[in-house]
T-cell receptor, first 117, second 109 residues
Framework: DVKVTQSSRYLVKRTGEKVFLECVQD?????MFWYRQDPGLGLRLIYF???????EKGDIPEGYSVSREKKERFSLILESASTNQTSMYLC????????????????FGPGTRLTVT | DAKTTQPTSMDCAEGRAANLPCNHS???????VYWYRQIHSQGPQYIIH???NNETNEMASLIITEDRKSSTLILPHATLRDTAVYYC??????????FGAGTTVTVRA
């Protein structure tokens, strides 16, 4: 089974703090994603990475950055946390389309519920 | 992206089939229909997808009407563990998942 793990299930941070959310997958997937999920707004893509050190902006990248130094690990960084970044953050991974998987077949971690006070 | 319309909620008896409708009347020829679900306090889980033909896998069946304007996800023998929010998505072949409100399905013993 594909396993995607996230470093914390719950996190509370103060406004202005630098926040790191870590995600690790064990299936050697090339693609990794960070989403946030909010009531009324649904699921939205923040960033994705299709290879080590490669990244692309999603729909809502403002206020976030990412790092992918190793294939299995993808980090989301909130440079200066703000209250409007309080949300559920979900990491996902998927194999390459060229390997037979369709792009929307993604495997999600359990999520990190971040509260910024 | 084509807009989808799903009922807000539905109940189902354990052991019975659950039929989840989805309307997508503005779907384009290159857009897929796919379904995810999200059990409480867990990340979303991919279920099934289709383009034109009906599809079946170990989790569910997907029935797409001939005009592709609507579809139905069928959970053949619902269990309590199938209680979740189910999302119907219509989108072109790309990596950007985007969910709306979905249908909250409650399976009752």
């Amino acid at each position: 089974d594909v396993k995607v793990t996230q470093s914390s299930r719950y996190l509370v941070k103060r406004t202005g703090e630098k926040v790191f959310l870590e995600c690790v997958q064990d299936m050697d997937h090339e693609n990794m994603f960070w989403y946030r999920q909010d009531p009324g707004l649904g699921l939205r893509l923040i960033y994705f990475s299709y290879d080590v050190k490669m990244k692309e902006k999603g729909d809502i990248p403002e206020g976030y950055s990412v790092s992918r130094e190793k294939k299995e690990r993808f980090s989301l960084i909130l440079e200066s946390a703000s209250t409007n970044q309080t949300s559920m953050y979900l990491c996902a991974s998927s194999p390459l389309y060229a390997q037979g998987a369709l792009p929307f077949e993604q495997y999600f971690g359990p999520g990190t519920r971040l509260t910024v006070t | 992206d084509a807009k989808t319309t799903q009922p807000t909620s539905m109940d189902c008896a354990e052991g019975r089939a659950a039929n989840l409708p989805c309307n997508h009347s503005t779907i384009s020829g290159n857009e897929y229909v796919y379904w995810y679900r999200q059990i409480h306090s867990q990340g979303p889980q991919y279920i099934i997808h289709g383009l034109k033909n009906n599809e079946t896998n170990e989790m569910a069946s997907l029935i797409i009407t001939e005009d592709r304007k609507s579809s139905t996800l069928i959970l053949p023998h619902a269990t309590l563990r199938d209680t979740a929010v189910y999302y119907c998505i219509v989108r072109v072949l790309d990596y950007k998942l985007s969910f709306g409100a979905g249908t909250t399905v409650t399976v009752r013993a």
